[in-house]
């Protein structure tokens, strides 16, 4: 009982830890613009297959992959020790991304993810103000993560991630340190699973110029189901819920616009934009499980397609897709994100159970 108890203070002091940050994150991201809002926005990424198939920043659910507990410590559990895995993801020319992460069981402590992660965004030529060339110039961010997560009963469970951060670009070099905090609940039969949490509460130690910029703090909520009877898990989040509005005025699809013949002055309905908004807090996965050894992923973000749609032109920006093969030992995940016409990376994650 005694250990019950020291867990379930545990949870009091992550809940007060949410509630002491959240007020200045919160003031942060209503005084700064949409676009170009956060610093080292590499905490923002996940680069799980499985995850970026279903178009998410972590996944809600109780499973064996442990690249689950990666991006979301709560659902950390004895049962996803002892296996590694390794994560690459090809960007674009000359850019790459990577993980490496493994985990281990305490008895009365908890489960303790470890994972290293980089972000290389290649090598450039540099110039200087003048615009002469001063040579090949390179850019990369590194993030180690520390994950905790314990079980406060069969149903509830609480997790924080710790994540120092690095960034080298050229001369210049940041530092931060951010956090995530996580509680879930889990269904008794395990179908249903729930996930509140809040992502990168921290701060820059170091700047690249002595302006100290906010991390890309979020509150995010979501929930994934598993049909009984059907071999489909739907899974659906509500993103950035500390900030309401996350649109802007698009100058090539402003939304007032003038007739150039009668001169009439056409405004964006109120329900339109509200609506519009609304869609943008949201994402969408489904993933198809054909027995225990093959997987399905498709995922969508409106708030992708919003932001990168294209005049004439099809754009796919915002869904994603990906495949699993899992076997007693090994598990394989391939996914494919749509971020804008150009830029479609391919997420590749392979586990190991030792």
């Not at 019950?4 to 809940?15: N, R, T």
């Not at 949409?34 to 998410?56: C, E, H, K, P, Y």
């Not at 969408?284 to 932001?307: D, P």
Request: aromatic content about 16%; glycine content about 8%; some cysteine.
């Amino acid at each position: 009982m005694k250990t019950e108890s020291g867990k379930w203070k545990v949870l009091v002091l992550i809940c007060v830890s949410i509630a002491f940050h959240f007020p200045l994150s919160t003031f942060h991201s209503l005084r700064a613009q949409i676009a170009g809002l956060n610093t080292l926005t590499v905490l923002d990424l996940s680069g799980q297959a499985r995850t970026s198939g279903l178009g998410f920043d972590y996944l809600t659910l109780y499973d064996n992959d442990p690249t689950v507990g990666l991006d979301n410590p709560s659902l950390l559990r004895k049962e996803l020790c002892g296996i590694g895995s390794l994560s690459f993801v090809s960007v674009f020319d000359g850019a790459s991304m990577g993980s490496l992460s493994y985990a281990h069981h305490f008895e009365h402590f908890g489960t303790l993810m470890f994972s290293f992660r980089f972000n290389n965004y290649g090598t450039f030529e540099g110039y200087d103000e003048e615009e002469m060339p001063i040579g090949d110039v390179s850019a990369a961010d590194y993030a180690l993560t520390v994950g905790w997560g314990t079980w406060l009963d069969s149903n509830f469970s609480v997790g924080v991630n710790f994540k120092p951060v690095l960034s080298h670009y050229d001369s210049y070099t940041a530092f931060a340190v951010a956090f995530d905090v996580a509680g879930s609940f889990v269904s008794n039969n395990r179908r249903f699973a729930a996930t509140l949490m809040g992502r990168n509460i921290g701060a820059q130690i170091a700047t690249f110029d002595g302006t100290s910029e906010s991390l890309p703090f979020e509150v995010s909520a979501e929930v994934s189901y598993k049909l009984s009877k059907a071999p489909f898990r739907f899974f659906f989040a509500a993103t950035e819920l500390q900030r309401w509005n996350l649109r802007y005025e698009d100058p090539n699809n402003p939304t007032t616009t003038v007739d150039p013949f009668t001169g009439e002055v056409k405004k964006e309905g109120w329900f339109e934009g509200f609506f519009d908004n609304l869609l943008r807090h949201t994402q969408f996965g489904v993933e198809l499980n054909l027995g225990k050894a093959f997987f399905a992923r498709v995922g969508y973000s409106y708030r992708q397609t919003a932001e990168m749609k294209a005049i004439d032109a099809i754009n796919l920006s915002g869904f994603s897709f990906g495949f699993g093969l899992r076997t007693k030992r090994f598990e394989f995940s391939y996914a494919h994100k749509d971020y804008h016409l150009t830029q479609a990376p391919d997420f590749f994650t392979l586990s190991y159970r030792f």
